[in-house]
């Protein structure tokens, strides 16, 4: 829609306006609360008036949709509901009394004082130049204007919405009928001083803020500003159109250095711009500031989310992880009973009277019970007897500093073993197997120096937990990992893979799994 266009549609909605005024002129006048048939034609004309003003104003909130024309529907919708209260007042009292060929008194046209008025915020004034108008115009729409209200109760009004040094001007007079009009007076003459009003209002638009880089806060509140001294100098009747070049000047003057380029970039060479179009580029600016300072802000929030969430995961999984610590009763360290290398150092006749005396059955190597209480199944794997394989008699080797084998039975041969370390002087193998009424864990493990190695099937007990994680769209899917303190490497499900909607990247990289198969 070109500016033209706008302009026209602010013209009609003017008019529009000036046609709900005369209606209101009309009321007013008690003269005219007889003409019956007039008020009925006169109502139904009121209708056709809100009618034209939604289908302008809606055209023209389509193409500025600022805070400033949305309350001037709010104004105009105000005042058309209670004009049309009025009217239908009048017309319902002609009709209750006309059976009587009773003339309609003034009095039915002032409510009862005992009336409450409906619950409304009266504009409040502090005594400054620049705020007497929207005072003045709002307190004399609201009180003045208000048919209902007698001049006592005006007064009452009026004290109630002065602050500061304002109400001193009306403090001496008492509250009456007659001094309600003097003190509204006294107050017009002691504020509404025009050379001041206009120039606080000048002062206030060299006053804006100054931003020194873009934000969108500071440029609102330069759009803002200006439009309020902008709207109140014309209502002063300064010739505020003529002004475009001086008022863009005195604005571009607060913008930052790539606000301002961009202004100059958007205008043509030869072209002096109107004050309504530097305004629309303002508030298409702030608009994209805002838009992009929200963005950054959910993403900072995202980011802080994630670091949240990465810190509860670690101390699930920490928790998880000390659930599954058991403490080994013969060393106090952090392995399983079967595992304890000072436990294993010693003969099996040893680790049967240690065992004894640490009240651990030696069978399943559980504590607080013996051998005939104890529930599992489990039995020595070399002899089938109601003990624990470690505690196998068979099952000791005995420690020496140079160990020679004999040929085994597939006839390979091992040699003399040189220890590595000094802290080493055996080569040792050492074969654990747990009899737990829950699990079997035979674990081979072979010491350095050991010259051969053998097949060995080997189970590992490790912490699993349930996690979060994060698909393309930044959703959260819970599902369970497996914790593996020794892996270099992380690898998921190809279901899983499916579920994040990951994209995928073909890449060759070497893989190295149990006994170095890769």
Known sequence: ????????????????????????????????????????IRLQRLDETWNEFQTVQLSIELIDNSDEICAERNVFEDKYF???????????????????????????????????????????????????????EGFKALVLDNPSLNNIQRFYYLLSALKNDSIQVVRSLEISDHNFDIAWQLL???????????????????ELPVMSKENHGILRKIIDGFSKHQRALKSLGQPVNTWDTLLIY?????????????????????QLPDITIFLDFLKNKAQLLETLDTRETNRVVGVKSDKSFMRSSSHLVT?????????????????????CDKLLALSPKARYTELNKLNI???????????????????????????????????YIVKEKN????????????????????????????????????????????????LHSKSVNEQVLLSTAHIHVFDINNKPVKCRALLDSGSQSNFMTHELFKVLKLDALPIQIPVTGINQTS
């Open 1 to 40: 829609m070109s500016d033209e266009e706008f302009k026209t549609l602010k013209v009609q909605c003017n008019m529009l306006k000036n046609r709900l005024f005369r209606f209101e002129q009309f009321l007013n006048d008690a003269a005219n609360h007889k003409k019956i048939d007039e008020i009925d």
């Open 250 to 270: 005195i604005l571009s003057n607060k913008l930052d250095n790539h606000t301002r380029r961009e202004w100059e970039a958007s205008l043509k060479s030869d």
């Open 403 to 450: 160990v020679t084998e004999s040929p085994t039975s597939n006839g390979t041969e091992l040699s003399t073993v040189q220890p590595t370390h000094p802290s080493v002087h055996i080569s040792q193998e050492r074969q654990i197997l747990s009899n737990s009424e829950d699990s079997i864990v035979n674990v081979t493990s072979l010491e350095q120096n050991l």
């Open 82 to 136: 209670y004009l049309v209260s009025r009217f239908r007042y009048l017309i319902n009292t002609y009709k209750t009394h006309s059976n009587n060929n009773q003339v309609v008194p003034n009095n039915y046209l002032n409510p009862s004082m005992n009336i409450k008025l409906p619950q409304i915020d009266l504009p409040h004034f502090n005594g400054t130049y620049e705020n007497w108008l929207p005072f003045y």
């Open 188 to 206: 017009k003459d002691r504020y509404e001083n025009k050379r001041v009003i206009v120039q606080n209002h000048i002062k206030g638009i060299f």
């Open 319 to 339: 928790k998880a992880n000390d659930q599954f610590r058991t403490d080994c009763r013969f060393c106090r360290d952090n392995h399983m009973i079967y595992k």
């Open 361 to 395: 059955c030696c069978n399943c190597l559980k504590f607080g019970h013996s051998v005939n209480t104890c529930r599992s199944s489990s039995a020595c794997k070399q002899c089938h007897k109601r003990h624990n394989t470690v505690l196998h008699f068979n099952n």
